[in-house]
């Protein structure tokens, strides 16, 4: 099961997006979501999508492990298709200054250790339907970023979509803890 997830997440999902954004002509986070071709956006979508529905099978796996794991798969992939899509990576290295380190260094400890790990713990012990819901916030979280750290335009209508996303999952919070307590409430519990 881990070495299917980490195909679902780690190589079919971010390799679709790796082309998606190849082929896309703007760098800035909003430029990318805009101009990202659609088909890869639902392949990548479906394919994360399977990997997650993998993850509750994972039970009994520490979640360090099957990070440490589907990390270890999806990097030989990864690394090619990076090869393949992308140019001056060597260059990109050997200049990178602090604040592309620290980049780095939040996208590995924040957004992987942290955020997926937490992810993974909760996919191990809730209903998918009640965590997938989450998801939505990491492109609201993304478009915050940008605009707080890296300078990227926030109009009323990202702000508004993000408000929207944020009342969607709310709406689906609770709409799940109320089902929750009717089936409780039927089962005599």
């Given at each position: ?7 679902c997440i ?6 679709l997006m ?66 393949l899509f ?104």
């Open positions: 099961k881990i070495v299917k997830a980490s195909l780690g190589v079919v999902h971010f390799g790796f082309v998606g954004m190849g082929l896309s002509s703007g760098s800035a986070s909003i430029a990318i979501l805009a101009q990202l071709h659609v088909s890869f956006v639902v392949a990548s979508a479906l394919a994360i999508g399977f990997g997650v529905v993998l993850i509750p099978g994972t039970r009994g796996i520490p979640i360090a492990t099957l990070q440490a794991w589907m990390a270890v798969i999806s990097l030989p992939p990864l690394l090619l298709l990076s090869g992308e140019h001056g990576q060597t260059a990109a290295i050997a200049t990178a200054g602090l604040r592309e380190w620290g980049v780095l260094a939040f996208v590995a400890i924040g957004a992987t250790i942290l955020g997926h790990g937490s992810w993974y713990f909760l996919l191990k012990r809730y209903s998918v339907t009640l965590i997938a819901a989450f998801t939505l916030l990491g492109p609201v979280f993304g478009v915050m970023s940008g605009g707080l750290f890296l300078g990227d335009r926030l109009t009323y209508e990202i702000v508004g979509g993000g408000v929207l996303v944020l009342f969607g999952i709310g709406m689906i919070q609770v709409w799940s803890v109320q089902k929750h307590e009717v089936t409780e409430l039927g089962r005599g519990v």
